[in-house]
């Protein structure tokens, strides 16, 4: 298990490496293990082992049918995105290209790394999403306008052109 562990955390490191490369191909959906009892049934999400990430952040966000959230990026947190209730649709952009994807199952969850604009859709009565963030809530790290998303990404591209890193 430690072995995993540690595999996973090198493969984390080569990833952030690649930030500010993060593209709608860095998205992905994760199956969480299901497991099935008489009494009800559990499904099991841990940092480092099926959320590609330590957990620092634990929101849930409920909203009517119909209702769009979101609609923000973050410059360095990324988020692993849940629906224990209902069916929610996250459209993700990375300034060029979008992808949607339907959360419509408990154990299916969807990483989303830093620098993608995403926002979700309530696709039905009561349905919840359960977020988990490697990073503590700082209102610094959205950009909540898609105009100001655009400057953040092309500012990005070129500060990776020239061979800098930073991206603060």
């Not at 841990?46 to 849930?60: K, M, Q, W, Y």
């Not at 949607?100 to 039905?124: C, M, V």
Request: proline share 5%; hydrophobic share 35%.
């Amino acid at each position: 298990m430690e072995e995993q562990c540690q595999a996973r955390i090198a493969t984390l490191k080569t990833k952030l490496n690649f930030y500010p490369h993060t593209t709608i191909s860095s998205i992905y959906l994760v199956k969480l293990p299901h497991h099935f009892e008489n009494n009800g049934d559990l499904v099991v999400m841990e940092g480092l082992i099926n959320v590609p990430f330590v957990i620092a952040r634990v929101f849930v966000v409920r909203a009517p049918e119909g209702a769009i959230r979101g609609q923000h990026a973050h410059k360095a947190c990324a988020q692993f995105l849940t629906c224990p209730r209902g069916v929610v649709e996250i459209e993700c952009s990375d300034g060029s290209q979008s992808a949607k994807f339907e959360l419509d199952h408990p154990n299916l969850g969807l990483y989303i790394p830093p620098g993608i604009w995403a926002e979700q859709r309530y696709k039905t009565k009561e349905a919840a999403l359960t977020v988990l963030c490697d990073r503590v809530y700082e209102p610094e790290d959205y950009i909540r306008e898609y105009s100001a998303y655009l400057n953040f990404r092309q500012e990005l591209i070129s500060r990776s052109k020239f061979g800098r890193k930073d991206a603060s």
